[in-house]
């Protein structure tokens, strides 16, 4: 069995996915002032911050999504909606959390971007089966 087919495990998917959920908590964890460097690096870049939010959110989208996958229990249909309904659910979650940290706001828009993010991923995600289908694979 080749090693890339040995660990497509849904436990390590789900466990990518659960340390991806840590590193985003730990990014909205710092208080304000810590991003003020990157603030006035990115100052020139039209929603920033919505663009970092959306590339969280996609690189979630592809360890829930392959998390979904690998179990080969769920169809397309609900798999698009649980990898959607992850993203809302944790990105909520998030902007609450990050409301109690000093500095920081929580905003609606940053939770339309997460969702955003994991999108992208099902829209490729069908693109490529589709894509697979139109080729006989």
């Not at 436990?11 to 990518?16: D, M, N, P, R, V």
């Not at 999504?65 to 909606?81: D, N, Q, V, W």
């Amino acid at each position: 069995m080749p090693i890339l087919a040995r660990l497509d495990r849904p436990w390590l998917w789900g466990a990518l996915s659960v340390a991806w959920m840590a590193v985003i908590y730990a990014l909205s964890d710092r208080p304000a002032i810590d991003y003020e460097g990157v603030s006035a690096a990115t100052s020139w870049l039209p929603f920033a911050t919505s663009f970092a939010h959306i590339g969280l959110y996609f690189v979630l989208g592809i360890f829930v999504l392959r998390t979904i996958i690998t179990t080969k229990r769920l169809g397309f249909g609900m798999t698009a909606y649980l990898v959607l309904f992850t993203a809302l659910a944790y990105g909520v979650l998030d902007e609450l959390h990050q409301s109690n940290v000093e500095g920081r706001a929580s905003e609606a828009l940053d939770v339309v971007a997460d969702v955003f993010g994991a999108a992208l991923v099902v829209l490729l995600w069908f693109l490529l089966k589709k894509y697979r289908l139109s080729q006989g694979k």
